[in-house]
Each structure stands twice: as structure tokens, then as C-alpha cells.
């Protein structure tokens, strides 16, 4: 059974960095691309960062270009993003992702519950 | 960058109605368009990719059909469990954008 276990949210001041997990399990970690969702409370889905499967490649939305970065560690079947310089447009719950296909980045299969950034001093 | 619409934006219908959504894409994406479900405190669930398969599970009443920039999900036969907001999303190249959203009720 595929199974993604997003961690490391919480609260941040206005300016912080915030790194957030996702452990995976049930599937080879190392073949499939993922990505990073996030959905602000009420909101519909914004599409966030994507990597491939051996980390060669990386996407950015251009609202987080710059500021946060998505990496992966096939040795632990672990996926991260990296969040700095939060703002309250931030505050979200985000969702890490499997990809659909194992061969190239298409769109997502298998989702975590999500964890909860949430931003304010 | 493509931009995604979805119309209408919201609706309500009667058990058993037939509903139709749209998804519009400002370029022509082929048939690299996915739908979601995202029931009310839930976590969204794949429906249809490649525009017109159906994800393994997902009830027969759900279809999906379109290529270029005009898409359509369609729900044959509305549930009282298909109440959810649903999601179109292109995935040909990065942005991998999603739609706005319809939500979907019942009368």
C-alpha cells in the first residue's frame, strides 16, 4: 500500500523558514517523480514544486521561486521542500504527491494528508 | 504561462441528474488534463488523466472527454457521495496548473 506521511509543519513568524518531510513507503520511492501541493485554508489547490525521480530535475512556481527549494533522498525514501521568507500568503496545508507515471513528471496519484504551515507572529 | 478556467464555478443538482463541468485551457495542452475530487475536509482523489481515463476504482459514472483546450467531466448519475469541489489540471509541461475549482452540491 502506497503511503505518504507529510511532517514538519507548523507555526512561523513572518520571515521564517520552515522544512517539511515526506516519508514514503509501499512503492519504489526512486522511480516516480513527486510533487508539493498546497491548498490555503478555503482555497482551492495551488500547484507548488515537482522533482524527478533521481532529483536531476525541479520545478518552482514562480510564487515560490527563489524562496523555497524541493529535494529528495532515495536512500531514505524521503522528499523535502525547503520553505524561507514566509509570508501569510504561505499559510497552507501542503500536500506532498506521487506521480502518475513512472517514467516522466505527469500529474499525481497517491496523496498525503497534508501538513499545516502556518504563518503569523 | 496556460491558464485554466472551469465553469461553472459552482452548481447544485438532484440525485440521479446528469452534470457536466468544464475545464478550458487558454493553449491547447492535447490531452494532458487530469481531474480531481476533493470531498469536504478530504484529501483530493485522481478521477480521470489523459483527459479521458478512468483512475482504477473510480466509479463508471464519472467520464472524462476533450483534447486541445475544451474538456469536460461528466457525472452520469449524481451521488449524494459525489458531493466535492472538483479540479482540472493541466500537466503537458510545468506550470502543472490547476483549475479553479466547481463545487458540486446536492438540490
Known amino acids: 500500500e502506497v503511503q505518504l506521511v507529510e511532517s514538519g509543519g507548523g507555526l512561523v513568524q513572518p520571515g521564517g523558514s520552515l522544512r517539511l518531510s515526506c516519508a514514503a513507503s509501499?512503492?519504489?520511492?526512486?522511480?516516480?517523480?513527486m510533487h508539493w501541493v498546497r491548498q490555503a485554508p478555503g482555497k482551492g489547490l495551488e500547484y507548488v514544486s515537482a522533482?524527478?525521480?533521481?532529483?536531476?530535475?525541479?520545478y518552482h512556481a514562480n510564487s515560490v521561486k527563489g524562496r523555497f527549494t524541493i529535494s529528495r533522498d532515495n536512500s531514505k525514501n524521503t522528499l523535502y521542500l525547503q520553505m524561507g521568507g514566509l509570508t501569510a500568503e504561505d499559510m497552507a496545508v501542503y500536500y506532498c504527491?506521487?506521480?502518475?507515471?513512472?517514467?516522466?513528471?505527469?500529474?499525481?496519484?497517491?496523496w498525503g494528508q497534508g501538513t499545516l504551515v502556518t504563518v503569523s507572529s | 504561462d496556460i491558464q485554466m478556467t472551469q465553469s461553472p464555478s459552482s452548481l447544485s443538482a438532484s440525485v440521479g441528474d446528469r452534470v457536466t463541468i468544464t475545464c478550458r485551457a487558454s493553449?491547447?495542452?492535447?490531452?494532458?488534463l487530469a481531474w480531481f475530487q476533493q470531498k469536504p475536509g478530504k484529501v483530493p482523489k485522481l478521477l480521470i488523466y489523459?483527459?479521458?481515463t478512468l483512475q482504477s476504482g473510480v466509479p463508471s459514472r464519472f467520464s472524462g472527454s476533450g483534447s486541445g483546450t475544451d474538456f469536460t467531466l461528466t457525472i452520469s448519475s449524481l451521488q449524494p457521495e459525489d458531493v466535492a469541489t472538483y479540479y482540472c489540471?493541466?500537466?503537458?509541461?510545468?506550470?502543472?496548473?490547476f483549475g479553479p475549482g466547481t463545487k458540486v452540491d446536492i438540490k
Open positions: 504527491a506521487r506521480d502518475l507515471s513512472g517514467t516522466t513528471v505527469t500529474t499525481m496519484v497517491y
Open positions: 509501499g512503492f519504489t520511492f526512486s522511480s516516480y517523480a
Open positions: 522533482i524527478s525521480s533521481n532529483g536531476g530535475s525541479t
Open positions: 493553449q491547447g495542452i492535447s490531452n494532458y
Open positions: 489523459a483527459a479521458s
Open positions: 489540471q493541466k500537466y503537458n509541461s510545468a506550470p502543472r496548473t
